[in-house]
T-cell receptor
Framework: QKEVEQDPGPLSVPEGAIVSLNCTYS??????FMWYRQYSRKGPELLMYTYSSGNKEDGRFTAQVDKSSKYISLFIRDSQPSDSATYLCAMSEGAGGTSYGKLTFGQGTILTVHP | DADVTQTPRNRITKTGKRIMLECSQTKGHDRMYWYRQDPGLGLRLIYY???????NKGEISDGYSVSRQAQAKFSLSLESAIPNQTALYFCATSDPQGFRDEQYFGPGTRLTVT
């Protein structure tokens, strides 16, 4: 079993929809949780970075972490065609307030938002 | 200019050939990483380096080697390429700031082994 499992999708939604992307993990040592966005033929870029259970909001994006259930989510409100990309969850271990740096990724979800 | 560059961007090679993928960064970061991406598998860590004298194996290092020539340069070698090493390869860098350790990725190298 992979340490990080991501709902693979693909996901196709109309413009304006609310999108929910999810990952579960099995390694309780993961302390830092990220969502990366990857456009076609590009490298991933960081979208959200969290380290505690609860919600973190940034514009139309909300990252949710539930450490007790080992479950993280990314919500996209009012989705736009420009949000069409692959979304990857990623996690790392750490201690003393410092990440160990090594990322473990989910499989990625391809999202298409059509006008 | 891009902060993290990779060369070549595309490469087709034959089974058994030795090839090198190069990564350079202008961000001044100490930490550098090599990942491969396969459809349906996400990104998997091959090797990582936290400074010039520090090299560590990642999840899938078999068949690969690396060289950290300088703070800014980190090369990945395939000593004898095989078809299942066909993938998209990404280099990344990071510079921890407290608990936050954001990784910055290059544009990737698409490698095909025939």
């Amino acid at each position: 079993q992979k340490e990080v499992e991501q709902d693979p999708g693909p996901l196709s939604v109309p413009e304006g929809a609310i999108v929910s992307l999810n990952c579960t993990y099995s390694n309780s040592a993961f302390q830092y949780f990220m969502w990366y966005r990857q456009y076609s033929r590009k490298g991933p870029e960081l979208l959200m970075y969290t380290y505690s259970s609860g919600n973190k909001e940034d514009g139309r994006f909300t990252a949710q972490v539930d450490k007790s259930s080992k479950y993280i989510s990314l919500f996209i409100r009012d989705s736009q065609p420009s949000d069409s990309a692959t979304y990857l969850c990623a996690m790392s271990e750490g201690a003393g307030g410092t990440s160990y740096g090594k990322l473990t990724f989910g499989q990625g979800t391809i999202l298409t938002v059509h006008p | 200019d891009a902060d993290v560059t990779q060369t070549p961007r595309n490469r087709i090679t034959k089974t058994g050939k030795r090839i090198m993928l190069e990564c350079s960064q202008t961000k001044g970061h100490d930490r550098m990483y090599w990942y491969r991406q396969d459809p349906g598998l996400g990104l998997r860590l091959i090797y990582y380096s936290f400074d010039v004298k520090d090299i560590n194996k990642g999840e899938i290092s078999d068949g690969y080697s690396v060289s950290r020539q300088a703070q800014a340069k980190f090369s990945l070698s395939l000593e004898s390429a095989i078809p299942n090493q066909t993938a998209l390869y990404f280099c990344a860098t990071s510079d921890p700031q407290g608990f936050r350790d954001e990784q910055y990725f290059g544009p990737g190298t698409r490698l095909t082994v025939t």
